[in-house]
């Protein structure tokens, strides 16, 4: 697919910027200069300290991909969620080895990084991955279901939700290969490890609606912080203050199953202490960048976010 001629002279742009021009998921230099804002080689350099250039461009990539994506679901799911499902259903085609739909700008850009980004994992780590999309893509549609019908969800139906479309899942299975931490395979483990991972995705997504709660009001986007409000008849700031507590607490959650998969003498077998470490190291350091990640770019409200004893460095294990 031939690039977009662009006034930018590719010397002053990122990675991350050129590989999204190249596939047309950025239109014009004002979607330019605000994709590289997010600062997203710097995110996935958080992430991979240390790690080559590659490692570190399609973490980026795969990054930009997921919140260009992200975006685009939540501009149309008000008004056209047909449009949400057409995408959603397309992309997951695209994975499961469909070539990608001509004009269709994200099936391009995933199919070059599944392309990319497959052969690193065994036939196991490739399933995982494609469940883990599918799952966010049957989410998003569901997502853009409840928008229109101005169906109000309780609280515990919303948290599902939230667990699902907060893309965690899929960019940590990606972080396997691009960190080279790949899940342990041993089935004892899984349960432990799956509770770790879903802690992770709690922790982003209420984090990500604490910093986003007055822009998701703007847009008519229902968010943590309005379910709260809604349910247990409070202010905002009462909200606010609950959805922190609960964030907190999750967090903790997550540090306590992370010492208990990384301690001696827990029930992770000796010979396969050093891989489970590496994992859950991995994941530690991602969760760690996208917290600090939805604070630095500006995009979001910092002020909600972990600080002090209760962020993930703060609670985490030395």
């Keep these: 697919m031939p690039e977009r ?11 991350v910027v050129l590989w999204a021009r190249r596939w047309r998921l950025v239109a014009g230099p004002k979607e330019e200069q605000r994709l590289a804002a997010m600062g997203l080689e710097r995110f996935a350099a958080l992430i991979l300290a240390g790690a080559g250039e590659e490692d570190v461009a399609l973490t980026a990539q795969w990054a930009a991909f997921i919140c260009l994506v992200d975006d685009e679901f939540d501009r149309g799911a008000l008004a056209r ?19 990608p739909a001509a004009g269709v700008p994200a099936e391009a850009a995933l199919a070059d990084l599944w392309t990319r980004t497959a052969h690193r994992g065994p036939a196991q780590w490739r399933a995982r991955f494609v469940a883990d999309y599918t799952d966010f893509a049957r989410a998003s549609r569901e997502e853009a279901d409840v928008r229109r019908a101005g169906t109000l969800l309780p609280l515990d139906g919303y948290l599902a939700l939230r667990r699902r479309t907060i893309t965690l899942l899929p960019m940590a299975d990606v972080l396997e290969c691009t960190a080279h931490a790949p899940m342990p395979g041993n089935p004892a483990l899984w349960p432990a490890l799956a509770a770790l991972r879903l802690a992770a995705a709690d922790v982003a997504g209420w984090s990500n609606d604490l910093a986003s ?27 606010y203050e609950q959805a922190v507590s609960m964030r907190d607490t999750r967090l903790r959650e997550f540090h306590l199953l992370a010492a208990g998969l990384c301690g001696e003498g827990g029930a992770v077998p000796a010979g396969e202490r050093e891989h489970v470490k590496r994992y859950v190291a991995a994941l530690c350091s991602f969760l760690d960048a996208t917290l600090h990640w939805l604070g ?14 209760n962020s993930l460095a703060g609670g985490r294990e030395g």
């Design 213 to 239: 709660a007055a822009a998701d009001r703007h847009q008519g986007h229902d968010n943590l912080i309005a379910v709260l409000e809604r349910e247990r008849g409070c202010s905002a700031q009462a909200a």
């Design 5 to 15: 001629e662009s006034d930018a002279p590719p010397s002053s742009l990122g990675r």
């Design 296 to 309: 630095d770019t500006g995009r979001f409200e910092a002020r909600w976010l972990p600080t002090g004893e």
């Design 81 to 99: 969620p047909e449009q949400v499902r057409a995408m959603a259903d397309g992309l997951v085609r695209v994975l499961e080895g469909e070539q």
